[in-house]
């Protein structure tokens, strides 16, 4: 049998392989380029950029739960102008897309943003972070409010015609009520889920092990809770989805795909190996060859339901 | 920095809380400058989940044999599961990482560890008596068990033509109180060129105070929770003076004392 065919679309985004990089777990992509997994990816999403840079939160910003982590790192970042100048030329050599994680504080903001990137051809699309549950102002008070994001999604959508990605909370009741808000602003894509906001406290010391007190959940941890966001908000929505949450091997990527997604995204498994993203293309191929598909966008919402849901 | 798998020789034990976990791993690894540190993925997949970071304690070569040395404290699970590792099993060890010490050439040095920073330490000391910089070991604990490998640093010490002093909180083990006790002494004096420190940050803040009333320059390897050890989380941060956080994985875990905001 020929080699199975990795090629992605996710709306207008095209993409070599489904694995990307989630914001904020690779760095600016340079990080990892001694280490190999840069070469074959699929896509990098950066660490949220605004327009000027962000010094972020003091720490202790993370701790390890039960199959997981906690992080409130509070969008440290360079600053788009920095990213631009001195990180994206390092990254034009490789074949992974780059997508912009874009953060502000105001709707001008983010229009300003997504204004700065349109020009890049480097650029392969746009994710806007509505839903960092660490930070005081901006990011999250747009996630949560389907008219605030609708307004704010529209508003980027005129400054870009690059795919434009919403990621999605998980912290909220009806995260495809906020898919829905996305879609009526022009969103071309969305994906699910950023983390869940949680908290830890240490017995010992009676204080809560990071400074902040609340953080972001990540890892295996929180797997089924964005397996079933992403089911719901392909299903209900209409948009294309990138899954997001707890994904460390090609079993999870398979499962997120017949939920409905159309490409992932890897995020605190690389903390623990930085080759993750190999290991699983190496593993989705085998899956597909061995099952006979030739195409991996076979898979996408192929989920078998019983009748009567 | 490579991601190697590493063959457990064996587990030393210390007093407990503390142990050498005395690894095989292959050349590719070096070189390793003294202060940095590697990644070591523990055991079982969902707790912990994340890898713990330690510094490379002593490092032996032998032809293209390589065995290298962490010092650790059980402190949970994670440390739990590599003090009672079997011989014959396989960690994967991302590293060498960060930023090193930075020997420079003084007529005599001071090396100061609180507990089991001293895992910091031994290496450099090595390198200072290579290079005959003699230096004097400060090593400061609670008590007596707070002193791990406390003969490998006499012993380092005294082949560097310098001397190993001890301090303890409950007065158990040499003089009692802390280290800053003696090393004042020694530093108003005029004694050392440069401080080299590790351990907790109160610590590391109190020899920074010390080391610039003294007028004299360091450099202190800084332990902070760590997600990845390479830069991607930027879960480590550290004060800098210049009003940014610095990460203490690639930015250090060797900062002078100068550039951090204690």
């Known amino acids: ?205 009676r204080r809560p092990l990071l400074h902040t007190v609340r953080g972001g959940l990540s890892g295996p941890a929180i797997k089924p809770i964005a397996l079933r966001i992403v089911f719901d908000v392909a299903r209900k929505v209409g948009l294309p989805v990138i899954g997001i949450g707890g994904i460390e091997t090609a079993s999870d990527v398979i499962e997120f795909l017949l939920a409905g997604a159309s490409a992932v995204q890897i995020g605190t498994a690389l903390f623990r190996d930085p080759a993750t993203p190999e290991r699983i293309l190496d593993g989705l191929r085998s899956y597909l060859r061995e099952s006979g598909i030739a195409k991996v966008s076979e898979l996408v919402g192929a989920v078998e339901l019983p009748s009567d849901t | 920095m490579r991601d190697l798998r590493a063959t457990v020789s064996s587990v030393e034990p210390h007093p407990l809380p503390y142990f050498t976990l005395h690894l095989e791993i292959a050349e590719d690894f070096l070189p390793v ?89 031994l290496l450099l000391g090595r390198q200072l008596a290579d290079r005959r910089i003699p230096f004097d070991f400060y090593y400061g604990g609670r008590s007596s068990i707070d002193l791990p490998c406390r003969s490998d640093f006499e012993e380092a010490a005294t082949a560097s033509g310098g001397s190993c002093i001890v301090t303890t909180e409950d007065g158990s083990e040499g003089r009692e109180g802390l280290v800053t006790g003696p090393l004042g002494e020694a530093l108003e004096q005029g004694a050392y060129g440069f401080l080299y420190a590790c351990g907790p940050m109160g610590l590391l803040a109190a020899l920074a105070g010390l080391a610039r009333d003294h007028g004299v320059a360091g450099e202190a390897a800084l332990e902070t929770p760590m997600g990845c050890g390479y830069g991607a989380c930027l879960g480590c941060a550290v004060p800098h003076v210049d009003g940014r956080f610095a990460l203490c994985c690639k930015d250090g875990p060797v900062f002078r004392f100068d550039e951090v905001r204690w």
């Open chain 2, 33 to 121: 400058v003294p202060g940095q540190f590697v990644m070591v993925e523990v055991g079982e997949r969902l707790e912990p989940y994340l890898r713990r970071p330690f510094s490379v304690h002593d490092l032996r070569v032998a032809g293209s044999r390589v065995e290298i040395d962490l010092l650790g404290k059980v402190i949970g699970r994670g440390t739990h599961l590599l003090s009672t590792a079997s011989p014959g099993s396989i960690l994967r060890v991302l590293g060498p990482l960060g930023r090193g010490f930075e020997v420079q050439p003084h007529d005599r040095v001071a090396l100061v560890a609180g507990g089991v920073g001293s895992a910091a330490l």
């Open chain 1, 1 to 205: 049998m020929t080699e199975p065919d990795l090629s992605t679309r996710v709306g207008p985004l095209e993409l070599p392989n489904p694995v990307l990089t989630a914001s904020g777990t690779f760095g600016y992509g340079l990080e990892f380029s001694h280490l190999g997994s840069l070469a074959k990816l699929g896509g990098i999403v950066t660490k949220g950029l605004s327009l000027e840079p962000r010094k972020g939160n003091p720490g202790p910003r993370i701790c390890e739960t039960r199959g997981g982590m906690l992080n409130s790192i509070g969008l440290q970042n360079i600053g788009i102008e920095a990213f631009l100048v001195d990180v994206l030329p390092g990254l034009r050599q490789y074949p992974a897309r780059v997508v912009l994680n874009l953060f502000g504080t105001s709707i001008d903001e983010y229009r300003q943003l997504a204004r700065r990137a349109e020009p890049i051809p480097e650029v392969a699309g746009v994710e806007l972070n509505v839903s960092c549950p660490n930070v005081d102002r901006g990011g999250i008070e747009f996630g949560h409010d389907p008219e605030i994001l609708a307004k704010l999604v529209a508003a980027v959508r005129q400054e870009t015609t690059k795919p434009l990605i919403v990621k999605l909370s998980p912290n909220v009741a009806a995260p495809h009520e906020l898919g829905e808000a996305a879609r009526e602003g022009g969103a071309d894509i969305l994906s699910c889920i950023n983390t869940v906001v949680g908290m830890a406290i240490d017995a010992g010391t």
